[in-house]
């Protein structure tokens, strides 16, 4: 069969495009890697996602390979891979049917106006490319509202210094939120800050056929049972099929993009689950499989029209790869030092926390000495959470000060200790990583996977710019820490990528010479191709990526909608 739309991914960046299209009447597929998981295989099951990665592909069978600058005692600097399979360290998120939205946290912060022109309001900076968007926040702000309505944002709008224009409010009530959460905002009220509740893609009353939250405080890593959290699954794919207009073959695994002799795709090659090459034809190709993937199946298209690879005639293809920089900091209450009452209220479980800073979303301080000098910079955002799956609590607690081994007695007193001594509130800063040469996906030579084909080779340089924002940002966070009592405080910023946050790699842009799209996401070089995954950010904002690629991938759903319907009249 012939489709009109063929989609390769499943997730935030494909999920839209799919719903979008077969209620217009498109005949859309969908090949999707993984396995077609429901609500009804989603388990609380700590082992499966702290200590076997359940849903993720087994690293023997499918891996990266990470590129590490490395200096010699001279001083002298070079770059060295190592495979995954090697170092234990997963770039997976979330290898089934609706990707790794469906283990998100869901924290839907929206972009602002000034992330799509940091290059004219900042200014270049020495060693990144950093690019103004083609596109405005004015663009793409009716489809931050769309994908409020239609994937589920339970929030409420408070004004603060940098709130981003909003053309409504969120159509569902705020989440229960942790006693905590009034802790945060009476600190913040005293020391000047501005806390402001998250929006969470999670129901928090029931709708569209999914159930509302159930507050079992096992939520990030972690696929919703309920099916109230706003996965692509859940709240996109599962009413596009019931269209009637949308196919997905789970367990497919594409390794080629064939082109014929006008450098259009022809067909998609994959191999289904029993490992057997199969071919599919459409009219109009998506890819969607995550930043890295997605530029290393370009990569690996190659034919006589792209012999560097699909839609990558102009080298583009693979470079600009973003993560998210930023740090952590954690303080600890003590319950001895604690009331009856402010102990039960930290003890609660269940509720988000829900709270953020923004004040520095915009750094103007003399005192920050950033890579222009200049006392100003893009800033980020600053988000408070607990860790409760009580694995990841006790995974650290099996060494003493010195780094050996405890068991026995010693190890059940640092359990128990852990457990009913004191508690952690934590806090995560997202701030820009600035896009370089040194940050890139290709093709390595000799690794492959389980298919053997060749696997992507991500370099992973970063720059100092973005190491000097999350250390004052962490700052910040850690000054409210101390406001609020706690105690054991400490902040940690590091060069080293959250995996779970990607972007880059097929930057959409103006000019073809040094982007891979256009500002509808569709190739420069191949006219029946977009990318509607996080690929296309030219630089990724101070916030999680998921909600602005589920919007983007509506705001590119509808312009394929209309590539479509031309096609129907020609």
């Given at each position: 069969?012939?489709?009109?739309?063929?989609?390769?991914?499943?997730?935030?960046?494909?999920?839209?495009?799919?719903?979008?299209?077969?209620?217009?009447?498109?005949?859309?597929?969908?090949?999707e890697k993984?396995?077609?998981?429901t609500?009804?295989?989603?388990?609380?099951?700590?082992?499966?996602?702290?200590?076997?990665?359940?849903?993720?592909?087994?690293?023997?069978?499918?891996?990266?390979?990470?590129?590490?600058?490395?200096?010699?005692?001279?001083?002298?600097?070079?770059?060295?891979?190592?495979?995954?399979?090697?170092?234990?360290?997963?770039?997976?998120?979330?290898?089934?049917?609706?990707?790794?939205?469906?283990?998100?946290?869901?924290?839907?912060?929206?972009?602002?106006?000034?992330?799509?022109?940091?290059?004219?309001?900042?200014?270049?900076?020495?060693?990144?490319?950093?690019?103004?968007w083609?596109?405005?926040?004015?663009?793409?702000?009716?489809?931050?509202?769309?994908?409020?309505?239609?994937?589920?944002?339970?929030?409420?709008?408070?004004?603060?210094?940098?709130?981003?224009?909003?053309?409504?409010?969120?159509?569902?009530?705020?989440?229960?939120?942790?006693?905590?959460?009034?802790?945060?905002?009476?600190?913040?009220?005293?020391?000047?800050?501005?806390?402001?509740?998250?929006?969470?893609?999670?129901?928090?009353?029931?709708?569209?056929?999914?159930?509302?939250?159930?507050?079992?405080?096992?939520?990030?890593?972690?696929?919703?049972?309920?099916?109230?959290?706003?996965s692509g699954?859940?709240?996109l794919?599962?009413?596009?099929?019931?269209?009637?207009?949308?196919?997905?073959?789970?367990?497919?695994?594409?390794?080629?993009?064939?082109?014929?002799?006008?450098?259009?795709?022809?067909?998609?090659?994959?191999?289904?689950?029993?490992?057997?090459?199969?071919?599919?034809?459409a009219?109009?190709?998506?890819?969607?499989?995550?930043?890295?993937?997605t530029?290393?199946?370009?990569?690996?298209?190659?034919s006589?029209?792209?012999?560097?690879?699909?839609?990558?005639?102009?080298?583009?293809?693979?470079?600009?790869?973003?993560?998210?920089?930023?740090?952590?900091?954690?303080?600890?209450?003590?319950?001895?030092?604690?009331?009856?009452?402010?102990?039960?209220?930290?003890?609660?479980?269940?509720?988000?926390?829900?709270?953020?800073?923004?004040?520095?979303?915009?750094?103007?301080?003399?005192?920050?000495?950033?890579?222009?000098?200049?006392?100003?910079?893009?800033?980020?955002?600053?988000?408070?959470?607990?860790?409760?799956?009580?694995?990841?609590?006790?995974?650290?607690?099996?060494?003493?000060?010195?780094?050996?081994?405890?068991?026995g007695?010693?190890?059940?007193?640092?359990?128990?200790?852990?457990?009913?001594?004191?508690?952690?509130?934590?806090?995560?800063?997202?701030?820009?990583?600035?896009?370089?040469?040194?940050?890139?996906?290709?093709?390595?030579?000799?690794?492959?996977?389980?298919?053997?084909?060749?696997?992507?080779?991500?370099?992973?340089?970063?720059?100092?710019?973005?190491?000097?924002?999350?250390?004052?940002?962490?700052?910040?966070?850690?000054?409210?820490?101390?406001?609020?009592?706690?105690?054991?405080?400490?902040?940690?910023?590091?060069?080293?990528?959250?995996?779970?946050?990607?972007?880059?790699?097929?930057?959409?842009?103006?000019?073809?010479?040094?982007?891979?799209?256009?500002?509808?996401?569709?190739?420069?070089?191949?006219?029946?191709?977009?990318?509607?995954?996080?690929?296309?950010?030219?630089?990724?904002?101070?916030?999680?990526?998921?909600?602005?690629?589920?919007?983007?991938?509506?705001?590119?759903?509808?312009?394929?909608?209309?590539?479509?319907?031309?096609?129907?009249?020609?």
């Amino acid at each position: 069969m012939k489709y009109d739309i063929c989609i390769v991914g499943s997730g935030a960046g494909a999920s839209p495009v799919a719903y979008t299209l077969a209620k217009a009447g498109a005949k859309v597929l969908i090949l999707e890697k993984g396995p077609w998981l429901t609500e009804k295989e989603f388990f609380k099951d700590e082992l499966a996602i702290s200590l076997r990665d359940a849903y993720n592909p087994s690293l023997n069978d499918e891996q990266h390979v990470i590129e590490e600058q490395y200096e010699t005692e001279s001083g002298e600097s070079f770059w060295q891979g190592e495979p995954t399979s090697e170092s234990g360290w997963s770039f997976w998120n979330g290898n089934v049917v609706g990707g790794s939205s469906n283990f998100m946290s869901g924290y839907f912060h929206r972009l602002k106006p000034i992330d799509f022109r940091l290059k004219t309001e900042f200014g270049e900076i020495p060693g990144a490319n950093v690019e103004d968007w083609p596109i405005t926040y004015q663009d793409l702000e009716p489809y931050y509202a769309r994908v409020e309505r239609v994937v589920g944002v339970s929030g409420k709008v408070v004004k603060h210094p940098h709130q981003e224009p909003r053309s409504s409010d969120f159509p569902y009530p705020p989440l229960a939120e942790h006693a905590v959460s009034t802790w945060i905002d009476q600190a913040a009220k005293i020391i000047g800050y501005h806390s402001i509740p998250v929006p969470r893609a999670v129901l928090s009353r029931p709708d569209m056929g999914r159930n509302s939250c159930e507050y079992s405080g096992y939520c990030s890593s972690y696929g919703c049972s309920t099916g109230a959290k706003g996965s692509g699954r859940a709240a996109l794919l599962n009413h596009a099929v019931a269209t009637g207009n949308l196919t997905i073959i789970p367990n497919a695994k594409v390794y080629h993009l064939a082109s014929n002799a006008s450098g259009d795709i022809s067909a998609v090659h994959y191999y289904n689950q029993f490992g057997h090459k199969k071919t599919v034809n459409a009219s109009l190709y998506v890819v969607a499989c995550q930043a890295i993937e997605t530029s290393r199946l370009l990569l690996a298209s190659k034919s006589k029209q792209y012999p560097n690879g699909l839609a990558n005639n102009n080298g583009q293809v693979g470079k600009n790869l973003v993560f998210s920089a930023g740090g952590t900091g954690r303080g600890d209450f003590i319950y001895e030092e604690l009331s009856e009452t402010k102990q039960a209220e930290l003890k609660q479980v269940g509720p988000f926390i829900n709270r953020a800073l923004q004040d520095w979303y915009q750094i103007d301080d003399k005192e920050f000495d950033g890579v222009n000098k200049q006392g100003k910079a893009k800033g980020g955002t600053i988000d408070f959470l607990f860790y409760q799956n009580p694995i990841a609590r006790a995974n650290g607690t099996e060494r003493d000060s010195n780094g050996e081994l405890i068991w026995g007695e010693q190890l059940q007193t640092a359990l128990h200790k852990e457990f009913t001594s004191y508690k952690t509130l934590r806090f995560e800063v997202f701030n820009d990583w600035l896009p370089t040469d040194d940050c890139f996906v290709s093709l390595d030579e000799n690794i492959t996977d389980k298919w053997g084909d060749p696997v992507a080779k991500v370099r992973i340089g970063s720059h100092e710019h973005d190491l000097l924002v999350g250390e004052y940002l962490a700052k910040k966070g850690e000054k409210l820490l101390e406001q609020m009592g706690a105690k054991n405080i400490s902040i940690s910023v590091s060069s080293y990528p959250p995996t779970n946050l990607m972007a880059g790699g097929c930057r959409f842009g103006v000019d073809p010479k040094t982007s891979v799209l256009d500002k509808n996401c569709r190739s420069h070089e191949v006219s029946n191709l977009y990318v509607t995954d996080g690929s296309f950010m030219p630089t990724g904002g101070s916030v999680p990526y998921t909600f602005t690629i589920y919007a983007n991938a509506f705001r590119v759903a509808d312009h394929i909608v209309k590539h479509w319907q031309q096609n129907l009249v020609s």
